[in-house]
């Protein structure tokens, strides 16, 4: 299963792959905020978002025991979450068997919506993996290797007319864990495929990929992009100049001494 985007309820695909047949897993799963699509302006593309607690758990538990049974061994796997349902995706993958290695902290330097409660600027990438896990990608000069990436989100000025998804996750970000954890030829899988912005930056980069939606509207705009997406298209690192994402900045080397510090300090003034 190579190069496809299936549509179908993940819970029904994933017991269809072969065990150890994937060498990554990457994907951004509901995250139970409680919203759900209606017709106003603002969530018109929005998915159904709020399953009761115990069959979010329930459908996270399931989830993980495929993940873990068609990852190859000395593999990773990556999952998207926010701080709500953090500890629910934490407790299924080391429940299926995953080892926990580390929670990365994306801030996505432009906040989001809920003002009242502190604006949401970060969200998690959870990185687990399967036996022992070997990098694919030593020696970038970013700030990939650390467990906080500083990388703008996206500002989208899709119209309601134009079908889309709300909750896209930018390619400088998708980037990091394909090329820290798989290689050309590998495959990528995303169960929560939406419209398959995971798959299109894997294609970019030269990686095999199989994606899983649900959601009829969601699966045309993914197959639609990927036709348009050629192998060689390689996705940006990083989007916006140091100025504007401090990304840029980190990969600068640190002067050694106060009086170097000081003049690097001037001199990016």
């Not at 994933?14 to 302006?41: E, F, H, Q, R």
């Not at 993914?222 to 996705?235: F, G, I, Q």
Request: hydrophobic share 40%; glycine share 4%; aromatic share 8%.
């Amino acid at each position: 299963m190579h190069n496809r985007m299936i549509l179908a309820d993940c819970r029904d695909a994933l017991p269809k792959i072969p065990s150890d047949s994937v060498d990554l897993v990457l994907t951004d799963p509901p995250y139970n905020t409680g919203l759900k699509a209606s017709n106003s302006t603002r969530l018109t593309h929005f998915f159904d978002d709020a399953l009761p607690a115990d069959e979010y758990r329930a459908l996270a538990r399931e989830v993980c025991r495929e993940l873990f049974r068609v990852l190859r061994e000395d593999r990773a796997a990556y999952v998207f979450m926010n701080w709500k349902s953090l500890g629910v995706w934490l407790d299924a993958l080391a429940g299926a068997g995953f080892r926990l290695k580390n929670a990365i902290v994306w801030d996505k330097v432009v906040q989001g919506l809920n003002y009242q409660n502190y604006a949401y600027t970060h969200e998690f990438l959870i990185f687990a993996v399967k036996g022992q896990f070997h990098p694919r990608n030593r020696g970038l000069e970013d700030d990939a290797w650390h467990d906080l990436w500083h990388i703008r989100r996206e500002l989208r000025q899709t119209t309601a007319a134009v079908e889309h998804h709300e909750t896209v996750k930018p390619e400088a970000v998708l980037r990091r864990p394909i090329e820290h954890a798989s290689e050309p030829g590998d495959l990528v899988l995303d169960p929560f495929a939406g419209t398959g912005t995971t798959c299109v930056v894997a294609k970019k980069l030269g990686r095999h990929f199989l994606g899983i939606e649900r959601e009829s509207r969601y699966h045309a705009v993914a197959v639609a992009e990927l036709t348009r997406t050629r192998p060689d298209a390689a996705p940006a690192r990083c989007g916006r100049t140091w100025r504007e994402t401090p990304c840029e900045a980190i990969r600068r080397p640190r002067p050694r001494t106060r009086r170097a510090s000081r003049r690097a300090w001037k001199a990016h003034r």
